[in-house]
Every structure is written in structure tokens, then in C-alpha cells.
T-cell receptor, first 115, second 110 residues
Framework: DTAVSQTPKYLVTQMGNDKSIKCEQN?????MYWYKQDSKKFLKIMFS???????INETVPNRFSPKSPDKAHLNLHINSLELGDSAVYFC??????????????FGEGSRLTVL | QKEVEQNSGPLSVPEGAIASLNCTYS??????FFWYRQYSGKSPELIMS????GDKEDGRFTAQLNKASQYVSLLIRDSQPSDSATYLC??????????FGQGTTLQVKP
């Protein structure tokens, strides 16, 4: 029973297209994240939502738009894809407050390749 | 200066040896520090957390923290080939964000 699941796991698309990645967690966590991991393994936070509200919005092009319909889901839509968007996108969740040990539970990642 | 810095490696050690992974951070007020392990093609998983100066041991893993030097390390004793992975240091900023280093790739050779 997967705790944090992302779909699709692989996307291959052309420059200029629009694509979406979906994420769902069944851990009951309040906080969800999108991270981008580039080819050098650098894992960088993009967005964080707490109970459907945006709380972290890093310097990310506005072609990237997150949406959280409820606290168990966080989707990422990317418009006008560029070559530099090629990366692995990880969704994660955590429980904030006193129970937060700093442990993020990551999904399996979605590998995006822009041609 | 990057907020969290690690040597990308690869760090190569023979089986049974001690692997020493190092990390420095720039935000002096950081209070929480974590080590994640990421196998090739997989997602990161938390293996150690440390909040106070000194050592914290968990099985073959020891995390060491020196806040004065802004330095965190991870020691892996009796290294096994199954320990071969990328180890990511992460620091919680005062805004609550978890900031990762670029990771050190460890290769344990049989």
C-alpha cells in the first residue's frame, strides 16, 4: 500500500507542451511538497502546501503551477516546457509541529524528459 | 556560497571499512540536521537525524554535529556493498524549509 504515489513515473514530451504530474498521500499528513532533482542529484524545494494552503513558493518560473484540491493531493502543472525542465520531480509529505522529526516521505519520482 | 555543501564524490571504500561523509552549512541558526540515503533510481529515505552537538549512534551509523564549526558528518562502520548509494545531508532552516546538499556518492567495493 503505497504511502506517497505519483503518476506518471515517466514523461517524455516536446518543448512547448504542457504536462501535469499528480501526487497523492495516504499518510494523513498535513504538509506536501514538490522537489526537483537535477542531473547532478541536487534536490531543491519548489513548493510546499499545508492543508491545501501554499506556504513555500521558491523562485520557480510561473510556468509551474501547483494545485492542492485537498490535503491528500498535490498536483503540478507545467506550461510551455523547456529543455531545462528535464529532471526528476519528487512529491513528498510530512507532519509539521511537534511530531515533525524532519522526516519527509517521498514518492517514487516522476522523470520528465523534454526533447 | 551554497546553503548546504557536500563533496559529490564518489567516495570509494573497501567492504568492512569506515565511510566518512561530511557536510557543512551556512545558516548559523539552523537547529535540525538530517541524513538521507538515496539508491540509484529510487527516492530519498531518512536514516539519521541529529539536533545537539556531539555524536548520535544508530546501529552501524553515527551522526556527528558541531554547530560552532557548522559541520555535520555521517560515519558508516563495517561498510557493506548494500551501503552504496548517494547520501544527502539536509538542514532545516529557520523558515522551516528542509534544504538539501547535492549529495555524496558512496561506493563500497567487495
Amino acid at each position: 500500500d503505497t504511502a506517497v504515489s505519483q503518476t506518471p513515473k515517466y514523461l517524455v514530451t516536446q518543448m512547448g507542451n504542457d504536462k501535469s504530474i499528480k501526487c497523492e498521500q495516504n499518510l494523513g499528513h498535513d504538509t506536501m511538497y514538490w522537489y526537483k532533482q537535477d542531473s547532478k542529484k541536487f534536490l531543491k524545494i519548489m513548493f510546499s502546501y499545508n492543508n491545501k494552503e501554499l506556504i513555500i513558493n521558491e523562485t520557480v518560473p510561473n510556468r509551474f503551477s501547483p494545485k492542492s484540491p485537498d490535503k491528500a493531493h498535490l498536483n503540478l502543472h507545467i506550461n510551455s516546457l523547456e529543455l531545462g525542465d528535464s529532471a526528476v520531480y519528487f512529491c513528498a509529505s510530512s507532519q509539521p509541529g511537534a511530531a515533525n522529526t524532519g522526516e519527509l516521505f517521498f514518492g517514487e519520482g516522476s522523470r520528465l524528459t523534454v526533447l | 556560497q551554497k546553503e548546504v555543501e557536500q563533496n559529490s564524490g564518489p567516495l570509494s571504500v573497501p567492504e568492512g571499512a569506515i565511510a566518512s561523509l561530511n557536510c557543512t552549512y551556512s545558516d548559523r541558526v539552523s537547529q535540525s540536521f538530517f541524513w538521507y540515503r538515496q539508491y540509484s533510481g529510487k527516492s530519498p529515505e531518512l536514516i539519521m537525524s541529529i539536533y545537539s552537538n556531539g555524536d548520535k549512534e544508530d546501529g552501524r551509523f553515527t551522526a556527528q554535529l558541531n554547530k560552532a564549526s557548522q559541520y555535520v558528518s555521517l560515519l558508516i562502520r563495517d561498510s557493506q556493498p548494500s551501503d552504496s548509494a548517494t547520501y544527502l545531508c539536509a538542514v532545516r532552516s529557520n523558515t522551516g524549509k528542509l534544504i538539501f546538499g547535492q549529495g555524496t556518492t558512496l561506493q563500497v567495493k567487495p
